[in-house]
DNA sequence: GGGTTTCTTGACCGCGCAGTCAAGTGACCG
DNA sequence: CGGTCACTTGACTGCGCGGTCAAGAAACCC
């Protein structure tokens, strides 16, 4: 299964045949056919997979942290550290947004994240912490903000994870203005 | 093209044959060789126009307004203009960036695009309008808003675009926190 | 009208795909 | 040792793809 996942990512999820994977692994077709239904289902297992691994990672790096602003930072800077080691993964979650077979496995997974950040805004506002907004296109705005410089810069330009965060999660917080 | 547009977008590239375009506009496979070398080149062809049109849609946007953080914004609500009209257009440019093939016909378009929002942040900050930070991570983080806020509300929630936009640059220049 | 160019047709080609299946292979059980 | 079952093989099938091309049709000039 990473292999495919590999492969999927360096050449696209239609160019890449099922002959090719198992060549590759140096196994028959059949043995393809035993574990998997179809391609089509070994991709949803693969984008099912990496959305509970994302999500466990994420959970983790909040583990009991009080503060939800807090919180949302650590979110931030854990589904970058995941992209960054994750790579190909994160091309085929971009990839299934683009094809409607795929978008609905996808915007599942996507609403259960974008709620969780929900969560910790609508905390956050309550205790004052933090403008009053609406919290769904606040989170949504953070996700795209968090996915768009990991695509840039860590997986185009290999910056560090870390230094990315850094600027990501001051951008979040206060804006072009800077507060 | 705006046919084939409309098939790419809604079943995606591969997925949709050059047959099946021609059929569909009720017109023999030899006319679209005639005026195409491929179906990859017809795709490329529609990148480029599609870039075009935003950028000059947000140029004449911006025209000579003379406060640069005001361009940004300008800027912005511009180019969410623009994907509500052109949904299908969007989606092509964003399976563009997961395919080697396109991807970097794809990103010369956005650097373009990106280097008009740094210069304009750049200015602001000599103007001391504007927080310092890296010029060219805000502009990404920027355009990552408007892409996630694009697709999530105006697309798939059907959300007016002036409303979201609104929102949109809310977040921009004040960020969580509000300033 | 005859000749040339521009455009249009759709049957056709070779290919490589997703998926199938008859024929194994070998571990384990009684 | 024979029988069963879990797993593996790769040649094979049918299909539909991207792309070609011989055969026109329509427009135009002389």
Known sequence: MAYAVERFAAQGYHPTSVSEIVAGLGVGKGVFYWYFDSKEQLFLEILKEAQTDLR??????????????RRIELGLRASMAWSEEHRAHNQLIQFAATEATFADALRRGQEVAVADVVKHIKEAMAAGLVADADPDIVAHAMVGVAAYLTQTFIHERGEPADEVAD?????????????
């Open 167 to 179: 600027a990501c999660v001051a951008f979040c917080l206060r804006g072009l203005l800077g507060g």
């Open 56 to 69: 466990r990672r994420q959970q983790q790096a909040i583990a009991d942290e009080p503060d939800p602003v």
